[in-house]
């Protein structure tokens, strides 16, 4: 059975032998006379197009551990020769689209397609706003068990925990029932916990513990380390898989069938199926979100949002150096240019296919 690693490092190899251009783009922006606003705006010409100079864009993003990607995109921007404004954070995703819908923002390089559905329809879905490319395919998530207990129960199926028997295996807090480290609250997987609880017939016997990931993830795992049953709702890439390694320390668990909050979207089995097992979320795709009068203006940007990938075994260690404690600003805008040296060929090319985009 392929492992979730492999399908990361397979990911990696396939964008590593995408787009390899090498070319230089220093002196173009400058030496270019900017386009007339209302010509980019309203499209008359076939003509390749530079960003006008000194063109403000003002980038947005909501969760701390992504903001290396939302800084990757960035400096793509800035050497397209746009004024890049200060990267606002926004506490949660419907902050984050609230402020695309009232233009204090015109683009995010975090939204979860999947997951952040209902927010981009609040936001003025596509008569306001579109989706682009895809920062970074695949994202899994689901539902785990230590491997411990798993193999001391034959636990293989979320519905085992029906019963009261089971459940209180992981029961924390003394109630009796099954405590679920799960989903921050306003990130879209704690609507399809609570949903899942009641379509599954889970309600009774097990409760979604929401929290600060910063808090109940560092708690699950010292109770891990303790040898303690520990139930979870997790995702990949993130810093606790790297603590908490599928096969070696935990098991996913597999859910009776597909099924997600109406207002997400349809979901059919193909789209919850990893390595045979359905586990319940629908696989994410990492992607740019961005005002439809911003890209109808920046052809230049709309094609490099278009462009950018980062592997998931890339993220992945961002989150986990993150937490590690190198999260400032500083140390994150740090990590995003080392990423851009290390992968400055193929960053290149994007650039100089960006460039190229015509209006």
């Known amino acids: 059975m392929k492992t979730i690693k492999h399908d990361m490092k397979r990911q990696t190899q396939t964008l590593t032998l995408s787009i390899v251009l090498t070319a230089s783009i220093i002196g173009l922006i400058s030496c270019q006379k900017p386009p007339d606003r209302t010509t980019v705006s309203e499209p008359t010409t076939s003509k390749p197009v530079t960003p006008q100079k000194g063109a403000k864009v003002r980038p947005g993003y909501d969760a701390p551990p992504l903001r290396m990607v939302a800084e990757v995109v ?32 015109d683009f995010t390089a975090v939204d979860f397609e ?38 001391q129960y034959k636990l293989t199926k979320l519905e085992q925990l029906k019963d009261p028997k089971i459940a209180k295996i992981f029961d924390s807090q003394g109630d009796g029932k099954a405590h679920l480290t799960g989903c921050e609250a306003g990130w879209g997987c704690d609507k399809i916990i609570e949903h899942h609880l009641d379509v599954y017939g889970l309600r009774n016997t097990v409760k979604q513990d929401q929290g600060s990931f910063t ?31 599928v096969g070696k320390d935990v098991v996913w668990l597999a859910v009776p069938f ?3 909050p109406k207002d997400m979207g349809n979901v059919t089995d ?24 911003f890209l109808a203006a920046n052809p230049v940007a709309k094609r490099w949002f278009e462009l950018v990938q980062i592997p998931l075994a890339d993220i992945n260690m961002e989150m986990k150096t ?18 851009v040296k290390k992968n400055q060929k193929l960053f290149d090319g994007w650039l100089e296919e960006a460039k190229k985009a015509k209006i």
Do not use: C, M
Not at 123 to 135: E, F, H, T, V, Y
């Open 114 to 151: 999947r997951s952040y559905a209902n927010y981009f329809e609040n936001g003025g879905g596509s008569a306001k706003l579109d989706r682009l490319g895809a920062i970074s395919p695949y994202w899994v998530q689901g539902y785990q068990v230590d491997k411990k207990t798993a193999e």
């Open 258 to 260: 597909s099924s997600i």
């Open 322 to 339: 993150f937490h590690d404690g190198q999260n400032s600003p500083q140390q994150i805008r740090q990590h995003a240019e080392a990423w």
């Open 74 to 105: 960035d400096i793509g921007l800035n050497k397209l020769g746009y004024d890049v404004q200060e990267l606002k954070q926004i506490s949660s995703a419907a902050l984050l689209y609230a402020a695309l819908a009232a233009d204090d923002i």
């Open 270 to 293: 193909k789209d919850t199926l990893v390595d045979g097992k359905n586990l319940g979320f629908p696989r994410e795709r990492l992607r740019v979100v961005a005002l439809n009068k």
């Open 215 to 245: 808090t109940i993830i560092p708690a699950t795992l010292v109770r891990y380390k303790e040898g303690k049953p520990i139930l979870l709702y997790n995702w990949i890439p993130s810093w606790q898989s790297e603590d908490l390694k």
